[in-house]
């Protein structure tokens, strides 16, 4: 689909079938009204699942309360990270939200949005959110960009429009009214007045009269003298301008303007017949329509397209064009929606896709490693020459379990995690790795400064917590808790790190392309890691909640992480090369 330079709040797209769709991109007290009530949304959820968990809390939690306990823990990371991307995949770029203020969000290419693109947009809306969840950072980003596009939109290369629906169009009477004069207002403020009186009822009343009286002044000069000037309000009077105008400037059309209106006549149950198709498929897609509908579906749908093209010849009215352009992008993005991956695509990707991948970006990956693990050594080698140091750079609890555990032993528990809780201690470690995981990606698109930032912070730690169970003469005790899951949650965290730099490098060292383009690549490519780094974490966070705390042998645990480490070597250094040596 080609593109157009948006005319201010409009952007305008061709199709594959040349036909022009204009979109009106949504301004920012729209998306904040939406986001309003999708947090409000949001907000409910999470004091529900509060409740419910407060309620576990009363006693010691049976094996059944466990379980119970880890479906809220995944409810609260759901809600906080998967409420948009879900809404907007299953309702075709609408959340609540949206639907209540009549946007959507489609590629800026006009085509529906696709899974990679929300997820790119959703994940990195946490930093849309800074500052402190202000949205102060992604506001201010949507008024600067021509696209009114936030971060997240510029790497997922989406905009949001307004959406009207098709189950909104009211088609006006075939036959213009009688010609009550010649226009008042130019092209220009026709369209002005069109576009107020097609944005008015979403507006707060304070908000509509202020914009009805700056849309008053621009076009008072062509209505001075109007017997209604003055006499109402200039809501009251752009309304009945609009009503007066229409007509006028259909008749002055002359044979343009009744053919457009004998084509609205003579089309008008083709036109009902495609909308009650549009509204069957629009959840399911076109999948639910059975064959001779769906080929129906197809041949309305090519009829829309040259309708639109023939309504605009004829010099239709806005209110035409507006209902034509609607129904025709409602079918645009039916046909051309992005379908999942199937099974057998999913898994080529993981034997194949994910390590050439991590061989692909080994770049900004290494750098990651240097980041976490350089830091880790300085802060471990800080601790051990000055053990005071440990106080300041760690946690009392940490302090307290180092002190407490029985030196000289290396099979001592780091941990004791009963097994009615295992099931719990898993689900949050996993879902508290992915969020570092999520953040670590994110955090690159600000030229990578947040991304490098949690990298050392995360070294630091690590390294402070080894120099601290050394002094104490454990370190062979937190070693062998750490071993069986460490090598699976390290390369993860290393490899989200490697991400948000090559996400980073686009704004640093864009190449030949723009910032913007080199930033959606870059992402797309990016995302092919992190859905690797979701899945290493799932794997290593059932390890480390179930076997890194057992009561195994240390040398079991050693030999399990030894297998693993040469494993994951084996997985990226030869995963996909057949397939690469057969092409």
Not at 84 to 106: C, I
Not at 212 to 221: K, N, T
Not at 485 to 490: D, S, T, V
Not at 528 to 548: K, P
Request: net charge positive.
């Amino acid at each position: 689909m080609s593109e157009k330079p948006p005319t201010g709040r409009r952007l305008r797209l061709e199709t594959p079938e040349h036909v022009r769709l204009d979109y009106e991109l949504a301004d920012v007290g729209s998306r904040l009204a939406a986001l309003l009530i999708d947090m409000a949304i949001i907000v409910g959820g999470l004091v529900l699942l509060a409740m419910a968990a407060a309620l576990l809390r009363r006693g010691g939690l049976s094996l059944g309360e466990s379980l119970a306990a880890s479906v809220l823990v995944l409810g609260f990371f759901v809600l906080q990270w998967g409420y948009f991307l879900l809404f907007e995949l299953l309702r075709d770029g609408q959340t609540p939200g949206k639907r209540a203020l009549r946007l959507r969000v489609l590629h800026s290419s006009g085509q529906p949005l696709s899974v990679r693109g929300s997820v790119i947009r959703n994940v990195l809306r946490i930093v849309d959110f800074q500052p402190a969840v202000t949205g102060v950072l992604g506001g201010g980003v949507i008024m600067l960009t021509g696209r009114s596009q936030r971060l997240g939109d510029l790497a997922a290369d989406t905009i949001v429009v307004r959406d009207g629906g098709a189950d909104e169009v009211a088609w006006p009477e075939a036959s213009p009214a009688p010609a009550a004069g010649r226009p008042l207002l130019s092209a220009e403020q026709f369209e002005l007045l069109t576009n107020y009186r097609r944005r008015r009822a979403d507006l707060a009343p304070e908000a509509m009269r202020s914009v009805a009286s700056a849309v008053l002044q621009a076009i008072r000069p062509a209505v001075e003298g109007h017997s209604l000037l003055g006499t109402v309000s200039a809501d009251e009077f752009l309304v009945r301008l609009h009503d007066e105008e229409e007509p006028r400037r259909a008749a002055a059309g002359g044979v343009w303007g009744l053919q457009a209106a004998a084509l609205v006549r003579e089309q008008r149950q083709e036109w009902a017949r495609y909308g009650e198709l549009l509204r069957e498929s629009r959840r399911g897609g076109l999948a639910r329509l059975p064959e001779t509908e769906l080929r129906t579906f197809g041949r309305l749908y090519r009829g829309m397209t040259a309708d639109l093209a023939r309504a605009r010849t004829y010099g239709a009215s806005a209110s035409v064009l507006r209902s034509l352009e609607r129904w025709a992008g409602a079918g645009h993005n039916l046909l051309y929606r992005v379908t999942g991956e199937s099974i057998v695509s999913v898994r080529r990707w993981m034997t194949s896709g994910f390590p050439k991948a991590v061989r692909t970006y080994h770049r900004p990956i290494l750098l990651a490693v240097l980041l976490l693990f350089g830091p880790m050594g300085i802060s471990y080698g800080l601790v051990r020459s000055n053990p005071v140091l440990a106080r300041y750079m760690t946690s009392s609890a940490m302090l307290e379990r180092a002190e407490s555990t029985p030196a000289g032993d290396i099979d001592a528990e780091y941990v004791d995690i009963p097994g009615t809780l295992m099931p719990l201690a898993s689900t949050s470690l996993i879902t508290n790795n992915v969020q570092v995981a999520l953040l670590a990606f994110a955090g690159g698109v600000l030229a990578g400064s947040l991304t490098v930032l949690l990298l050392v912070f995360n070294g630091v730690h690590l390294g402070t917590v080894l120099g601290l169970y050394a002094n104490e003469e454990l370190l062979g005790v937190i070693l062998a808790f750490v071993f069986p899951h460490g090598f699976m949650e390290l390369t993860a965290i290393c490899l989200a790190g490697g991400a948000g730099l090559w996400l980073g490098s686009a704004v640093l060292a864009p190449g030949r392309r723009t910032r913007r383009a080199a930033l959606q690549a870059r992402a797309r490519e990016a995302l092919s890691l992190l859905a690797g780094v979701v899945g290493l974490l799932v794997i290593a966070g059932v390890v480390e909640g179930f076997y890194s705390p057992s009561g195994l042998p240390a040398s079991a645990k050693f030999a399990f992480g030894g297998v693993t480490a040469v494993l994951l070597a084996v997985y990226f250094a030869l995963g996909g090369r057949k397939e690469a040596n057969r092409a």
